[in-house]
């Protein structure tokens, strides 16, 4: 069992080894260590297999950028503060 988050190596051995899978024909393991928009990437690649497009390719590797440099979690922070905000406004008006 790992403990911790993997660090950058490990995260970019696993995304290599699941786009190989993908590009396969096999699916995305749950237990990856790849955050949901890169695993949602490499899903579209499964999906398009054995079609697999450079446009397909490089939104998964731009998404495993994301995670690697943060930029995934901020924007899925941002969302969530909005639509947590949103539901709060609509609950006051709603009073």
């Given at each position: ?42 899903r ?6 054995p ?45």
């Amino acid at each position: 069992m790992r403990r911790g988050y993997p660090d950058r190596e490990q995260l970019q051995r696993s995304f290599e080894r699941v786009l190989s899978m993908v590009l396969s024909g096999s699916g995305v393991p749950s237990a990856s260590g790849l955050d949901d928009e890169t695993k949602n990437a490499l899903r579209a690649i499964g999906r398009a297999h054995p079609n697999a497009t450079d446009e397909l390719m490089e939104a998964a590797r731009s998404a495993f950028a994301g995670q690697l440099d943060g930029s995934n979690t901020a924007r899925w922070r941002a969302e969530r503060h909005r639509a947590l905000a949103e539901r709060e406004e609509r609950s006051k008006r709603s009073e």
